[in-house]
């Protein structure tokens, strides 16, 4: 499968050690900058399905779920506290604007 990239936000927008929700094809996906990086996470927490993990708490890599605390990793997405895992995507940075990557297939333009 091929990987196409969507422009989803800027940097700017993105507050510093916070989240901002976007929506990708109907999905909801949290997106978070950490010093000069930029992590996209599913929004969803594997816990109890809870679409809010934008509005979570950052501590180093990891934000936590508003709801019960959950917490999961920025890079992997795998749960530090808690179980499971939330889908993560891999994002580049350019000229200021950030572009999440999406899984295509070939014969889709």
Sequence with gaps: MAMKFIRVASVGEIPSRRGKLVQVDGEDIALFKVSD????LNNVCAHQHFSALHEGTLTGLCVSCPMHG???????????TGEGRV????????GGLVFLGRERDSKTP
């Design 87 to 94: 889908k993560t995507y891999p994002v580049k940075v350019e």
């Design 70 to 80: 959950w917490s999961y990793s920025l890079e992997t997405g795998i749960a530090a």
């Design 37 to 40: 990086r930029v992590y996209a």
